[in-house]
């Protein structure tokens, strides 16, 4: 293999707030960042981020993304409709001084920050690549408040114009982040989800399963800090069927409070039926719960293309999801209902539950879908896309 090009250090700019412990130890409450993919490229990373302190590192839930090759640059917030404008300025050359001490900027989108990286490496003359991992339109409707669907089309807007004068773009989509936010630049698809090369043996285990069930166990993997991962639809859609069902679990994999989708829950009348698993590290631990599950659910309002899904398929799991995102391209259209759809949620896990060939099926299925998401393939689609960047900037 040819040696790989590399940088020095890139600026990563994301409005993702980062936890700050008073020691210096540097958490996420949503799982671990992949700053390997970077680092195949770069010696180091700067991370232009929110930031918020951390006084008790103990809760729940939290990851340690601190490594020696990663700086965490606190910047000043433009996630709100006032600081959005009285922020940037201090912002702007907060991110300007960043920007001039690195090789290459790599903005992720939607997010404020990434776009103001835009905006200054452009000023700048700095290179710079886009990665788009969600829809913002999808993202903003969705929040819940009325300044978000306020900003809605003005920050689909914004995202649109940036990605399609970038001149390297990744998509986490096959299609659908592609078809709304076209790029004139250098473009792949390529999945930020990492799978273990797949093992036939979870197959035929899933299909010994497909005959067992008792009780039948639902399960969906989302932080319980948001919204958007359609719990409330999932337990809305139980609470309809409950009558219809086997019996049955539903689980939730996920980091944050379960008392509020308790009482949630409750009103359902699903309370006895739901637990919440907390969290488990990455890799076997959460390949065992998959395994454990006989259906699993992705009713989300918003997606990328949900890493929780990939995992089930890889699992052998029959799944149904919505028609967010790039769910589409991973299920069967039979398996989908529109974001917010309890009822049609319901009426497809009633057929799941009741109809073990059609679990076999689907099995089969997406064992083999999630072969085109396995480290290998995956590492060498986004090594070519990177490579090609430091090359460019090199040149």
Not at 55 to 83: C, F, H, K, N
Not at 185 to 190: D, E, T
Not at 220 to 237: E, P, S
Request: glycine content about 8%; hydrophobic content about 40%.
């Amino acid at each position: 293999m040819a040696e790989r090009t590399r940088l020095g250090d890139i600026l990563f700019a994301h409005d993702y707030p980062f936890l700050h412990a008073p020691d210096g130890t540097v958490y996420s409450d949503r799982g671990d960042w992949p700053w390997q993919h970077y680092l195949a490229f770069a010696g180091s990373i700067t991370v232009a981020s929110r930031a918020e302190a951390l006084p008790d590192a103990s809760r729940p839930g939290l990851t340690d993304v601190t490594r020696a090759q990663v700086a965490y640059e606190a910047m000043p917030s433009l996630s709100g409709p006032w600081i959005r404008y009285s922020n940037r300025p201090r912002a702007r050359r907060r991110m300007r001084a960043l920007i001039q001490r690195a090789d290459a900027v790599v903005a992720r989108l939607p997010s404020e920050l990434g776009t103001l990286a835009v905006e200054v490496a452009e000023r700048t003359g700095t290179p710079y690549a886009v990665e788009l991992v969600t829809c913002t339109w999808d993202a903003l409707w969705n929040y819940g408040t009325w300044q978000g669907k306020a900003y809605a089309p003005i920050s689909w807007w914004k995202t649109r114009r940036v990605v399609r004068r970038a001149p390297f773009v990744l998509y986490v989509t096959q299609q659908f982040l592609q078809r709304r936010y076209p790029t004139r630049g250098r473009r792949v698809g390529c999945s930020d989800v990492e799978l273990p090369e797949l093992d036939r043996a979870v197959l035929e285990r899933r299909l010994e399963r497909t005959s067992a069930g008792d009780p039948f166990r639902i399960g969906t993997i989302a932080a319980l800090t948001v919204r958007f991962k359609g719990i409330q639809t999932a337990l809305k859609a139980l609470g309809r069927i409950e009558e219809s069902l086997p019996p049955f679990e539903f689980h939730v994999l996920g980091a944050g409070d379960p008392a509020p989708w308790r009482e949630l829950a409750a009103q359902h009348g699903v309370a006895a039926e739901t637990q919440f698993d907390g969290t488990l590290p990455p890799g076997e631990p959460v390949r065992e719960w998959l395994d454990s599950i006989d259906l699993y659910v992705q009713p989300s309002f918003q997606e990328g293309l949900p890493r929780g899904l990939v995992e089930a398929l890889s699992r052998a799991c029959p799944a149904l999801g919505s028609t967010a995102g790039g769910i589409p391209e991973l299920l069967e259209p039979g398996c989908l209902h529109a974001p917010g759809d309890a009822e049609r949620l319901g009426e497809l896990v009633v057929r799941a539950a009741a109809d073990r060939a059609w679990r076999a099926a689907q099995a089969h299925r997406n064992f083999e879908v999630a072969g085109r998401y396995t480290k290998e393939e995956l590492d060498r689609v986004r090594a070519g896309f990177w490579d090609g960047f430091a090359r460019s900037v090199r040149g």
